[in-house]
């Protein structure tokens, strides 16, 4: 891997720029050779839901079979048991790159007394897990279907890059040797970092719509990262959140495959492709991104489900802490499970759900140190479809590019050559030998339906401010 020696500001890139050299661009990327698809396969759907800022042990602490622990060590070799505490929190945890080293603590996993949060009264509030009754229905999908004990978040940071990650497979490759990304050269594992630096008193956004507005990203400089110098990302410049990298979405476009991308409202960080210039400023593009989240569930009953779809919550419905409010996760997530059970596509339908970063939460498992930004910290994941295997917990090592790739093999688009390119794609979850298994509804603790949600306006309450 080619070593980045500085980052810098990406140069401005026109309409008829990219439209010229979009093509030209990506043609290495989208005319590779395809994955191989699974044999049989009789998937015609995924569907990606991401919730927010959760691991493993906080979520899932105590489920059978699988890896949780119930306590932890902290910077001064003090053993910390986890304290149950709600879903929804009151206060915040810093799951910045520079809250990760600090917990990370270069592999000790013994730092998390000493990073920073919002104000609190609870002792050790990293170290703490949701008790099963506040997410049940999260436990059930698991009991009934396949949960990955062994998922990491691609990124050693927050959600902005995280959101990019899960459909590119990276957050921006690009150096001063190679400052215009658009002629598809491969030169490091990170540009975009974290931290939207919003002009002073303007609202909360992300892509290309805050570049448009001039909040700019903070970057890596994967020079001083090799050395996993801590913090090292506060020297380097910022640059405008609007990019131009080959997306799993384009790959989908080159095979006349479609996609949809639900999400609360339009421009905010939860917004991915939002911040590829090539699908904001492409009208044909851009209609895939639909507002709000919850017109999946009409899309849905009318048979208008794109092969691929992302699902991103609001804020009340994220599992992201900070707001005590924040309570139903669990029963979003399984209302859109049900829908797609109880109706036709069930059949020919994977649903992956994971969730977007560790959020500063306590997990034991030390990640494995890929590159100077990859990977992060554990997070849970859930693989859902007729040939899941019952009740079954995978300890397959991956991370978010396991996602990419359970969409490149069951349509046979080709690899994006990114996190991809080294995961697998959820094979041990599922048994394609045996017939499909019918849909078991999944129980709400709020009785909800998809009627209850279908009058939610648009939402774009701040949720995440990096």
Known sequence: MTRITKCRVLPSLGLAVLNAGLSVALTGVLNAP?????????????????????????????YPGANSRNYGYDSKGNKVYLQPEPLGLPYDLDHS?????????????????????????????????VP??????????????????????????????????????????????????LDGRNLGPL?????IAAPKGAAQQGGCDAAALG???????????????????????????????????????????????????????????????????????????????TSILDDIALGKLANVSYVIPRGLNSDHPGNANATGGPDWVATVLNAIGTSPYWKNTIV???????????????????????????????????????????????????????IENHFGVASLGQ??????????????????RAFVPIQTLSGATPAMYRHLRPDASPVDDD
């Not at 044999?39 to 042990?57: M, W």
């Not at 050693?156 to 990304?181: D, K, M, R, V, Y």
């Open 34 to 62: 395809a994955a191989a698809a699974t044999t049989p396969d009789p998937i015609q759907h995924v569907v990606v839901i991401v919730q927010e800022n959760r691991t493993f042990d906080n979520l899932f602490n105590g």
């Open 97 to 129: 790159h520079t809250g990760f080293e600090t917990e990370w603590a270069k592999g000790k996993m013994n730092g998390f007394d000493l990073e920073g949060h919002s104000p609190t009264t609870v002792a050790d509030p990293a170290y703490t897990y």
């Open 132 to 181: 099963e009754a506040q997410v049940k229905p999260y436990w059930d999908i698991a009991a009934e279907f396949a949960l990955a004990d062994n998922m990491f978040q691609s990124n050693e940071g927050p959600s902005f890059p995280a959101h990019q990650f899960l459909i590119a497979g990276q957050s921006g490759h690009f150096s001063q040797s190679n400052p215009n990304p």
């Open 191 to 195: 540009g975009m970092s974290e931290n």
């Open 215 to 293: 909040y700019k990203v903070q970057t890596i400089n994967q020079d001083l990262l090799e050395n996993r110098q801590p913090s090292s990302e506060k020297n380097d410049p910022k640059v405008l959140p609007c990019v131009n990298y080959a997306t799993i979405l384009d790959e989908l476009e080159a095979k006349k495959l479609t996609w949809s991308y639900y999400t609360p409202s339009y421009g905010v960080l939860w917004d991915a492709p939002d911040a590829i210039s090539h699908i904001r400023y492409v009208p044909a593009r851009w209609k895939n991104v639909k507002v709000p989240e």
């Open 352 to 406: 992956v759900v994971t969730w977007d970063d560790w959020g500063g939460f306590y997990d034991h498992v030390p990640p494995t140190i890929l590159s100077s930004y990859s990977t992060g910290l554990r997070v849970p994941a859930l693989l859902i479809s007729p040939y899941a295997k019952q009740g079954y917990v995978s300890h397959t090592r991956r991370d978010f590019g396991s996602i990419l790739r359970v």
């Open 419 to 436: 996190d991809d390119s080294y995961n697998e794609a959820f094979g041990d979850c599922q048994d394609f030998t045996k017939p499909p």
